[in-house]
């Protein structure tokens, strides 16, 4: 492996500042199940490492009033470990317990996911559907940005120099809501997401749908919300006819690529079907039988 410096950052603005120090060529680490594998490979070659898992301000888990709050720095099976926090997350829940395997849960991080910006990562379509923002933070100033907006194509994130993820901050449900997140993958086990999406929905008492938000994974290089599902959703009541024109509607969004695992056309077949899936199972979260 490539010959590297290393930094364990006791503070955003001790991590920050040597960030900067060494701007071209420094990587964050938090849990390193991608990084680490990436540098074996030969595929990043950083001159310097700068460990974040010390720096309390990303350590935090906190169910605020209006928000969760998951540091950039929590491994995820300390996230679904913690009684009650997930409550009204059963979307986030699947899509934590999902990530490889007990150790790799026990190392990776919410950030680690969105900052390696794979296509398939398989938090990113579900914090993307209840409507998450990354907070950036530099040692002297923070900044707020959709997780829709941060990750602009594989591999890359909108952050600078110097930048690095805070917290992730998902609203509360309001209401009659509730989330669902489902993948297919080839193995029920330690695989990738051939196709993924995740749905956040709130009905009004009557079952009419007021709120949809649908994110697709691994269909297109960076994440994409299905609008026109979405909008389709909206008003209507949630009744299987529903269910099936939006899960029709979904691929309207998608652009998927033909690779080693699927083809293109495979993916297209594939969506509608986990789109009904995950929408169906909303309905059960929220005791309507469809
Ligand atoms: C065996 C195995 C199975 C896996 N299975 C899955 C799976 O099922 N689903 C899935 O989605 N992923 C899977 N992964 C990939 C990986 O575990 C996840 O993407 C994980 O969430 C990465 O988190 P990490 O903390 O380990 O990130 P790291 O490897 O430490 O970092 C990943 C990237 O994010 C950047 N980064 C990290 N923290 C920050 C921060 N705070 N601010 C800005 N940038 C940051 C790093 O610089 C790096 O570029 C698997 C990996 C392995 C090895």
Same mark, same amino acid.
């Given at each position: 492996?490539?010959?590297?410096?290393?930094?364990?950052? =006791?503070?955003?603005?001790?991590?920050?500042?040597?960030?900067?120090?060494?701007?071209?060529?420094?990587?964050?680490?938090?849990?390193?199940?991608? &990084? !680490?594998?990436?540098?074996?490979?030969?595929?990043?070659?950083?001159?310097?490492? !700068?460990?974040?898992?010390?720096?309390? @301000?990303?350590?935090? #888990? $906190?169910? =605020?009033?209006?928000? &969760?709050?998951?540091?950039?720095?929590?491994?995820?099976?300390?996230?679904?470990? +913690?009684?009650?926090?997930? /409550? @009204?997350?059963?979307?986030? *829940?699947?899509?934590?317990?999902?990530?490889?395997?007990? +150790?790799?849960?026990?190392?990776?991080?919410?950030?680690?996911?969105?900052?390696?910006?794979?296509?398939?990562?398989?938090?990113?379509?579900?914090?993307? $559907?209840?409507?998450?923002? $990354?907070?950036?933070?530099?040692?002297?100033?923070?900044?707020?940005? *959709?997780?829709?907006?941060?990750?602009?194509?594989?591999?890359?994130?909108?952050?600078?120099?110097?930048?690095?993820?805070?917290?992730?901050?998902?609203?509360?449900?309001?209401?009659?809501?509730?989330?669902?997140? &489902?993948?297919?993958?080839?193995?029920? *086990?330690?695989?990738?997401?051939?196709?993924?999406?995740? #749905?956040?929905? @709130?009905?009004?008492?009557?079952?009419?749908? #007021?709120?949809?938000?649908?994110?697709?994974?691994?269909?297109?290089?960076?994440?994409?919300?299905?609008?026109?599902?979405? +909008?389709?959703?909206?008003? =209507?009541?949630?009744?299987?006819?529903? #269910?099936?024109?939006?899960?029709?509607?979904?691929? +309207?969004?998608?652009?998927?690529?033909?690779?080693?695992?699927? /083809?293109?056309?495979?993916?297209? *077949?594939?969506?509608?079907?986990?789109?009904?899936?995950?929408?169906?199972?909303?309905?059960?979260?929220?005791?309507?039988?469809?």
């Amino acid at each position: 492996m490539h010959d590297f410096d290393y930094i364990k950052a =006791k503070s955003i603005d001790q991590a920050s500042t040597a960030l900067l120090d060494q701007p071209t060529n420094s990587s964050i680490l938090a849990g390193g199940t991608d &990084l !680490v594998d990436q540098m074996r490979r030969g595929v990043k070659t950083p001159d310097l490492i !700068v460990d974040i898992k010390s720096i309390p @301000e990303l350590q935090r #888990v $906190a169910l =605020k009033e209006n928000a &969760l709050i998951l540091g950039g720095g929590v491994p995820v099976s300390r996230i679904y470990n +913690q009684q009650g926090i997930l /409550s @009204e997350f059963p979307g986030l *829940e699947t899509s934590l317990r999902l990530i490889g395997s007990i +150790q790799i849960q026990n190392r990776a991080t919410i950030a680690g996911n969105i900052g390696n910006a794979s296509p398939s990562a398989d938090l990113v379509p579900i914090l993307v $559907a209840l409507e998450s923002k $990354a907070t950036i933070a530099t040692g002297n100033s923070k900044r707020e940005i *959709e997780i829709e907006k941060l990750i602009t194509e594989p591999g890359i994130i909108a952050t600078e120099p110097g930048e690095l993820i805070e917290n992730i901050n998902i609203p509360l449900p309001k209401g009659k809501s509730t989330n669902s997140y &489902l993948r297919f993958t080839p193995r029920a *086990e330690m695989d990738i997401a051939v196709v993924s999406l995740g #749905v956040s929905i @709130e009905l009004e008492p009557d079952a009419t749908i #007021v709120h949809c938000k649908i994110a697709l994974g691994a269909v297109t290089p960076k994440p994409i919300r299905a609008l026109d599902a979405e +909008q389709y959703m909206l008003g =209507k009541r949630l009744n299987i006819e529903t #269910v099936k024109e939006a899960a029709f509607l979904i691929n +309207q969004s998608a652009a998927p690529i033909s690779d080693i695992r699927a /083809s293109a056309q495979y993916r297209l *077949e594939l969506l509608p079907v986990i789109g009904e899936r995950a929408i169906r199972s909303c309905a059960i979260n929220l005791g309507i039988s469809l």
